[in-house]
């Protein structure tokens, strides 16, 4: 959001002015803390993308988006006063960006009525949505992505009485995979070891001695902040095979894999998204947003991994609110058709190339039972010397009919402790 | 000889009483540097018991020993004629002995009043609770000590400055305070620790008159530390001459002046 | 078990490695600390400032451009040049003798006979103050450091170690550099202090302000040179942790690493912080892999504890601490009323 | 002119110990009282109850705590967080173990632990002085947050390890849980932060109080006039460890809502709450307020300035709170080692001479 000093006095004037039907997305962004090299290309993608629209098409269905941006620095506390403070300037959905923000505003907005997009994080188990009427997380999820990570290597070769280590952030994000994959292994007859990295993860040598002296065949890793990059790096160190490092998609941006240079070649990660800008959206970008001087960043985040997570994150909320407007016939949707709206997403590969986006993302329908999606997910790959990320899979499913129990069970247990009616 | 439980009175007509306390063989040792070697004696009730000598002597030593702060690595101390147990320094106070300290040990963030209270703090005895309650027997002992801690406030005469914090106060009001809270603990001996140093001659006959007064009102026995020779013959009833941690000499101020060793200590005589 | 005993003695090698890399965090901590009675928790973040003003200067980076930009609608992002390595770590060392000489001149000229703890909390505040100000000059995205240093595992010790024992004992370079570094940082100061004129003035000053006020020493001087000391030995903490995780926000959390290392080692002594860095270094790896080795601590308790690291060096020294208040080398505290 | 004292004798003791002493203060405390207990519930909305006031009657409920601690018994702690995670985890604990009983008890019970385990840690205190045992408490801080975030029956073996407080009535009104109103969830901590205030400020002006504060001044001499310096820290860490607990268990039942230990409760709040009572006050109950209120409201009005008005990008405001805190921080040991209490006080010694300053 970047103001000259004229274009400031007149933000000061429109404060004053009376409020003109507009759609706001807050942005729960953290450009500050520990967190802030991920969390800076985010908000800049999810801000630039409506920015676009807004030069491009006057906005959605003719009505401006408004993205309200508040710092959270990856802080609960700040997160609920961010929450507090804009739900009341007409909010349609969170992107709280947090895991522990996201639990916090569960309850918080399904109680205002209010929805919430936790793309990719979050409380997995939200993707019932009989239970969580107002909280969506398409198109994949931590379970889906354990799951396809050891899809994925079962498809490179047989994975029974091979040794898979999974290395994780510590904390209840980290902890996410880990009962998806011991059933897994139970299923597919894989050693797991467990091996945590406590926060920030500065210092990992004793956990990557653990992986030279055990030689696990296959490690798949949940980290954020600098546990990547150290993690990248201890790997190269001990000759770890990149081809068989796999990385959530929290771990797995250009932040990640740059600090270790050459010796990152071949890492992978997850994703549920495309990657490089070589879309005809970021023509439109470029010219409507970063070439007018509208950026919302420096600029120079375009075509980043997060940066297109972020992107993608504000395509899915646009065209959920283009479906709200077609079933309800309004223009200027308020909070609770913009849950209608989410539930009745349905993106496909017609539509994505429409926006300029062919093959981003999966294709998918929400419905009000599943708010999580087909849970599909793709796999790209570091090239250090191109520095870039290439999608070297389709986005293929995940193992639902393992997941879905876990779902129901965990979900289940959440409405019975807060004595919530299952609907649908 | 006097015996030990024998009361006698003195030349100016005081009433001195038994042995309260008694030092016996006491010597201590940091690390390898003795302190004090081997030193004896007593402190009868109702006395002014002076200990004198040269800086560095072990004056100050002694006087945490008595204290409980130091313990010794030989000797015993008596006290009413039972070796003490090695206590620790609260326990000792418990058992009424109070002092005041050379450099000033005032508690600088509290007020005058409040450093005085503290000195009431072993006649208290209401729980945590009761005083976070703030009611019944926690209020009424708050009142009733506060008495108290006034008389002796009044006593030495510093109730304008009652509620001003330590900080703010001259050297000699705070030497003054200093002896408010060791004397409203009610000791029954009081050890004073150079309680006139640095004074200039007007706020030392000051303290000399408050000091005559508490032994003569409460009858409160007395151990202290001074160099100013003359307050030590004036003040005191017997008085112990220390030198590099030794005793060489005990007994009345007169005594004490006619004492070889201890005018050869004082003049400076080369030791051998 | 022979397995199990080389493997043991591979995480001790780290843990000596690891611990060196405290001790030269701690170092700086015991540099200020000697001089002036300061213990700064800022050392932390003045190795990230260290390192993200190396990178900076290195990559031509405008300082203050995102504030820049933002205010008056530029869009300067670089000067556009790249400087060697070498002169950019000249360039902030003389940025750090500039942050010393403030810090000296603004904060701690004005605190000067304040208790320790007051002093210790006011480098908190200087902590975020610099945390800030490292975030709105060189903004907060991660940064890569490469100075030239070698990483990843050392293939001669590798070989030999796996002739002599038929396993090959993982050693990285980027740490063997940081040992003689160390070393050679050590040395230097040693000399330094023995030596030099300035040396002999600040051992002067540690041993008593006063005394060497009355003999002519400028406190003054002296402290803004241990300022600038112990920012030079920031600025090498910064280098090696940069070099292996890039330069970002995360880095100024090492000083949390260097506290117990000061609790151990005493925070008067230069071989104390050695020692605590090597005990510390040793005791949290192996704690960690007696612990996390499901053989060893699995049949204990049932399950296994892992991810001690955080609390482990904290635990010891405290433990330690009890039985030895003044730490390792520190002097012995004698209470005096 | 009202700020007045002469005239306004004391006839007694009790008087003269009272909380306020001064009439006029008296009568403004009370109107404080009836106005956060009378006039604000009224007023209050989602909004300035979830970013203000519950954090700040939260807030200050630990900085009492910590002021006991630090303030009076000068033993620095930074080990806050992990002891507010105490009292959040043994709330959950009990609100799940014995849903029947009222939330109100659990609070007061988590307090109970938490000044158990402070006790405990405080032990070392004992052999350790000065900031060696401010680091030491740092192992406190560490240790505690990887116990709560290891071993899973904190946490009820949910699967994320997450916590959640379920719903909880006070006399048929929730104040736990998602449908919680404004005004019952900051009475419900307001009542609390009363009778923590009320309590701290009895235990600090009587014998108790004094036995910290001399402590505080001069540990020895305290010890050498009869504190036992061992009864007079491990009642200061415990008394501490319960007020603490107590806003550790309300910042998770009442503000979060849901806590997971290592992101709420980690070492930065340990300094939050430290800074609080640096820029309020130490040895100052009213300091521990100004100082939470100080620290809730500024990050606020930092974002209303630069963010809304001046239409800076959110982060360049967030690195500038930084740099102000910092900043404050020192300027506040420098200029004014005792905080906004003292500057409160002075303000107030000018207002009882003016209209004559001499």
Redesign the interface.
């Known amino acids: 959001m970047k103001m000259k000093l004229p274009a400031m006095a007149l933000s000061a004037l429109m404060i004053a002015s009376p409020v003109m039907a507009d759609l706001v997305f807050p942005s729960l962004s953290y450009r500050t803390g520990p967190y802030a090299a991920g969390g800076i290309p985010f908000a800049d993608g999810y801000a630039d993308y409506f920015t676009m629209l807004n030069a491009r098409d006057g906005g959605i269905g003719g009505v401006e988006a408004r993205v309200l941006e508040c710092e959270t620095g990856y802080n609960t506390e700040k997160g609920v006063e961010c929450y507090e403070s804009t739900k009341g300037e007409g909010a349609l959905v969170y992107q709280p960006l947090s895991t522990g923000i996201t639990y916090q505003l569960i309850p918080k907005a399904t109680a205002d009525g209010i929805a919430i997009h936790s793309m990719g994080y979050g409380r997995t188990s939200a993707a019932n949505g009989k239970v969580f009427s107002n909280v969506f997380n398409y198109p994949a999820n931590y379970w889906n992505g354990a799951s396809g990570a050891i899809n994925y290597l079962m498809s490179q070769g047989d994975i029974s009485g091979k040794k898979v280590a999974l290395v994780y952030h510590n904390s209840a994000y980290g902890k996410e995979p880990i009962r998806t994959l011991e059933e897994l292994s139970a299923k597919h007859g894989y050693d797991l070891t467990l091996i945590p990295v406590d926060h920030p993860g500065q210092e990992q040598k004793s956990q990557w001695l653990q992986i030279r002296r055990e030689k696990p065949d296959y490690v798949i890793m949940y980290g954020w902040g600098v546990m990547n990059q150290v993690a990248v790096q201890e790997a190269a160190n001990i000759r770890f095979n990149m081809e068989n490092f796999i990385g959530i998609w929290w771990s797995g941006s250009e932040n990640d894999v740059l600090p270790a240079g050459e010796k990152a070649n071949g890492y992978k990660a997850l994703t549920f998204h495309g990657v490089g800008d070589d879309f005809p959206v970021f023509d439109d970008i470029k010219e409507h947003v970063v070439d007018a001087g509208n950026a919302a960043g420096a600029g120079d985040q375009i075509g980043t991994v997060l940066y297109n997570r972020g992107l993608y994150a504000a395509m899915l909320a646009a065209e959920a609110v283009k479906t709200a407007q077609e079933i309800h016939g309004v223009a200027d949707i308020n909070a609770a058709q913009m849950r209608d709206g989410m539930e009745a997403l349905e993106i496909t590969e017609d539509k994505m190339a429409a926006l300029g986006l062919p093959g981003f993302g999966p294709s998918f329908k929400v419905s009000c039972e599943n708010h999580g999606g087909p849970g599909l997910v793709g796999m790209t790959q570091w090239d250090a010397a191109a520095k870039e990320w290439t999608l070297i899979s389709d986005f293929s499913p995940s193992d639902m009919d393992l997941i879905q129990p876990l779902i129901d069970e965990d979900s289940m247990a959440y409405a019975a402790e807060n004595k919530i009616e299952p609907s649908c | 000889m006097l015996d030990n439980s024998e009361s006698y009175v003195t030349e100016d007509g005081r009433t001195i009483g038994g042995v309260v306390m008694e030092m016996k063989n006491i010597t201590l040792r940091f690390g390898g540097v003795v302190a004090i070697k081997d030193i004896s004696f007593d402190i009868r009730e109702g006395e002014i018991r002076a200990i004198i000598g040269p800086n560095g002597a072990g004056k100050s030593s002694m006087l945490n020993v008595i204290s409980g702060f130091y313990v010794p690595q030989e000797g015993e101390v008596l006290f009413h004629g039972k070796p003490r147990p090695q206590l620790r320094p609260y326990e000792v106070a418990q058992q009424g002995i109070a002092r005041t300290f050379q450099n000033i040990a005032l508690f600088e963030g509290m007020t005058v009043l409040d450093n005085v209270m503290t000195g009431r703090l072993n006649k208290m005895s209401s729980g945590l609770l009761a005083q976070a309650i703030w009611r019944g027997k926690a209020e009424k002992e708050e009142i009733e000590n506060r008495e108290k801690a006034e008389k002796i406030i009044d006593f030495l005469e510093i109730q304008h400055i009652r509620k001003t914090p330590v900080s703010r106060l001259p050297y000699g009001l705070k030497k003054r305070v200093e002896l408010a809270r060791a004397l409203v603990s009610e000791p029954s001996i009081l050890l004073l620790d150079e309680p006139m140093a640095g004074m200039n001659v007007e706020e030392k006959e000051d303290m000399s008159r408050f000091i005559l007064d508490v032994n003569d009102e409460f009858g409160t026995t007395i151990a202290l530390i001074e160099h100013d020779m003359g307050v030590v013959m004036d003040l005191s009833d017997r008085v112990v001459v220390m030198d590099y941690g030794k005793k060489i000499g005990d007994g009345t101020p007169s005594d004490i002046r006619n004492n070889q060793a201890v005018i050869d200590a004082y003049l400076g005589v080369a030791h051998d | 078990m022979l397995e199990q005993l080389y493997?043991a003695m591979?995480?001790f090698l780290?843990g000596l490695?690891?611990g060196v890399l405290y001790a030269l965090v701690a170092l700086g901590f015991v540099l200020i600390f000697k001089a002036s009675g300061i213990?700064n928790y800022a050392q932390g973040v003045m190795a990230l400032f260290s390192a993200l003003t190396l990178v900076g200067i290195m990559d031509g980076q405008v300082p203050f451009s995102?504030?820049i930009?933002?205010?008056?609608?530029t869009?300067i992002?670089h000067f556009g040049w790249h400087v060697p390595a070498l002169f950019a770590i000249f360039g902030t060392v003389i940025v750090m003798v500039l942050f010393a000489w403030i810090v000296q001149r603004y904060?701690f000229r004005?605190?000067v006979g304040?208790e320790?703890?007051?002093l210790?909390?006011?480098t908190?505040?200087?902590?975020?103050?610099?945390?800030?100000?490292g975030?709105?000059m060189w903004g907060?995205?991660?940064k890569?450091?490469?100075v030239g240093l070698p990483?990843?595992?050392n293939d001669t010790i590798d070989q030999v170690t796996y002739e002599m024992f038929g396993y090959g004992f993982?050693i990285?370079n980027l740490d063997i550099v940081a040992t003689v570094v160390a070393v050679l940082l050590v040395i230097g100061l040693v000399i330094f202090a023995q030596y030099s004129k300035e040396g002999r003035a600040m051992r002067a000053v540690a041993d008593d302000h006063q005394a060497a006020l009355s003999v002519g020493v400028s406190l003054n001087f002296i402290w803004i040179m241990v300022w600038s000391v112990a920012g030079f030995v920031a600025l090498v903490a910064g280098i090696m942790?940069g070099t292996?995780?890039?330069v970002?926000?995360?880095?100024s959390?090492?000083a949390?690493?260097a506290?117990?290392v000061?609790?151990l080692g005493g925070f008067t002594s230069i071989p104390g912080a050695i020692v605590g860095g090597l005990i510390i270094g040793v005791g949290?790896?192996l704690f960690?892999?007696f612990m996390?080795?499901s053989a060893l601590a699995g049949e204990l308790f049932g399950f296994t504890?892992?991810?001690?690291?955080?609390?482990f060096a904290?635990?010891l020294?405290?433990i330690f601490?009890?039985f030895r208040?003044q730490g390792l080398f520190g002097e012995k505290i004698?209470?005096r009323? | 002119m009202f700020y007045r004292e002469a005239g306004d004798f004391k006839t007694s003791y009790t008087d003269d110990n009272q909380t306020f002493p001064i009439k006029f203060d008296r009568y403004r405390y009370y109107v404080v009282l009836a106005i956060a207990f009378g006039v604000i519930p009224f007023l209050i909305n989602d909004y300035w109850a979830n970013a203000f006031l519950l954090p700040f009657l939260i807030y200050s409920i630990a900085a009492i705590g910590l002021n006991i601690l630090t303030g009076y018994c000068g033993q620095v702690s930074l080990g806050t967080g992990g002891f507010m995670a105490v009292g959040a985890y043994a709330c959950y604990k009990l609100m799940t173990s014995f849903p029947d009983v009222n939330i109100f008890f659990h609070v007061i019970a988590a307090g109970g632990v938490t000044a158990i385990v402070c006790t405990a840690f405080g032990l070392p205190s004992l052999r350790i002085k000065g900031f060696y045992l401010a680091v030491a408490t740092l192992a406190a801080q560490f240790f505690l947050v990887w116990l709560f975030n290891k071993v899973s029956w904190f946490y009820n073996y949910s699967a994320s390890g997450q916590i959640n407080a379920p719903e909880r009535f006070v006399f048929g009104v929730p104040v736990t849980g998602a449908n919680t109103d404004a005004w019952a969830t900051y009475l419900f901590c307001l009542v609390f932060l009363t009778i923590s205030a009320i309590i701290a400020r009895n235990l600090t002006r009587g014998m108790q109080g004094r036995k910290w504060m001399a402590i505080r001044d001069m540990d020895i001499a305290a010890e050498i006039i009869g504190v036992n310096p061992m009864r007079a820290k491990l009642s200061a860490f415990a008394v501490s460890g319960f007020f603490i607990g107590i806003s550790g268990a309300l910042f998770f039942a009442v503000y979060l809502g849901a806590v997971e230990v290592g992101e709420v409760f980690g070492i930065q709040k340990s300094f939050l709450v430290l800074f609080m009572i640096i820029i309020g006050g130490l040895g100052s109950i009213f300091g521990s307020f100004a100082g939470a209120a100080f620290l809730v409201l500024l990050p606020v009005v930092l974002k209303l300035i630069g963010v809304d008005f001046l239409g800076w990008p959110t982060d360049i405001v967030a690195h500038f709170n930084l740099v102000i805190v910092g900043a404050l921080i020192i300027v506040f040991l420098i200029a004014e080692p005792h905080g906004i209490a003292q500057l409160w006080r002075v303000a107030k010694e000018k207002l009882r001479l003016w209209p004559f300053p001499h």
């Open positions: 493997f591979e995480v780290n490695m690891a213990f995102h504030i930009n933002a205010t008056f609608g869009d992002h904060i004005h605190l304040q320790p703890i007051i210790f909390m006011a908190i505040g200087l902590a975020y103050f610099l945390e800030g100000v975030d709105l907060s995205e991660i890569k450091l490469d990483q990843g595992i993982f990285d942790w292996k995780s890039g970002q926000f995360s880095l959390l090492i949390l690493k506290l117990p000061l609790m949290e790896k960690e892999f996390s080795s504890i892992s991810a001690t690291e955080n609390w904290y635990v020294a405290l601490l009890v208040p004698i209470e009323v």
